[in-house]
């Protein structure tokens, strides 16, 4: 079981990126799945977090400009990230909860990170 992470990259500041993190392997359920990002010289911190339900949680700092959204068939997770600003420059990482098929849980599996670089 692995997550695999992509769509970062270098944008001006008001532009927007979606990120995409998908898990493979024997999945039986997805739980939590959430952003993180971290900057340079700062601690990784929670950017929005989306649960079985759909219930969502976000930063105030992203609130009204990104969004999180699963695709449960295609054990993916999406940040769509609208009016970006240079203070969102990071790497973001995915994170998630599962349990694979053989019913071994994974409470905080990490995607390998992508880099997004808010700059005119």
């Known amino acids: 079981v692995q997550l695999q992470a992509s769509g970062g990259g270098l944008v001006q500041p008001g532009g927007s990126l979606t990120l995409l993190c998908a898990a493979s392997?024997?999945?039986?359920?997805?739980?939590?799945m959430g952003w993180y990002r971290q900057a340079p010289g700062k601690q990784r911190q929670l950017v929005a977090d989306i649960r079985s339900d759909s219930s969502t949680n976000y930063a105030d700092s992203v609130k009204g400009r990104f969004t999180i959204s699963r695709d449960n068939a295609k054990n993916t997770v999406y940040l769509r990230m609208n009016n970006l600003k240079p203070d969102d420059t990071a790497v973001y990482y995915c994170n998630v909860d599962l349990v694979s098929f053989r019913g071994v849980r994974y409470p905080d599996l990490w995607g390998q990170g992508t880099q997004v670089t808010v700059s005119s």
């Open positions: 392997g024997r999945i039986q359920s997805i739980n939590n």
